[in-house]
């Protein structure tokens, strides 16, 4: 059972990234995927949440506008596509999934995460 990131990286304020996160060893359904990200000297906040049962998507204020989640139950892998970047993106991006849970921003209630993407926005 293991959630992989992937599609971190490098990139100027105004670019985009699309960040993926991978189901090994179990599916999406019945479940809540969520992004969270921790800036360097900050606690990890939330940043996406989508729950595979209505596909109703939640984001933070802070990228509200700028971010699109999108899940591929055949592919078992959440998207997190980020637009319009700000340096305040700047963090490790984590994915965390809960079978059987609605969105939610509380870390505590997702049990299982990924190892964590970086993604830095720098010109």
């Known amino acids: 059972v293991q959630l992989v990131e992937s599609g971190g990286g490098l990139v100027q304020p105004g670019g985009s990234l699309r960040l993926s996160c991978a189901a090994s060893?179990?599916?999406?359904?019945?479940?809540?995927i969520a992004w969270f990200r921790r800036a360097p000297g900050k606690e990890r906040e939330g940043v996406s949440c989508?729950?595979?049962?209505?596909?109703?998507?939640h984001y933070a204020n802070s990228v509200w506008g700028r971010v699109t989640i999108s899940s591929d139950t055949d592919s078992n892998t959440v998207y997190l596509q980020m637009n319009d970047l700000k340096p305040e993106d700047t963090a490790t991006y984590y994915c965390?999934?809960?079978?059987?849970?609605?969105?939610?921003?509380?870390?505590?209630?997702?049990?299982?995460w990924g190892q964590g993407t970086q993604v830095t926005v720098s010109s």
């Open positions: 965390a999934f809960e079978r059987y849970s609605h969105c939610s921003w509380h870390e505590h209630l997702f049990h299982t």
């Open positions: 060893g179990f599916t999406f359904d019945n479940s809540a």
């Open positions: 989508i729950s595979t049962d209505d596909g109703r998507p």
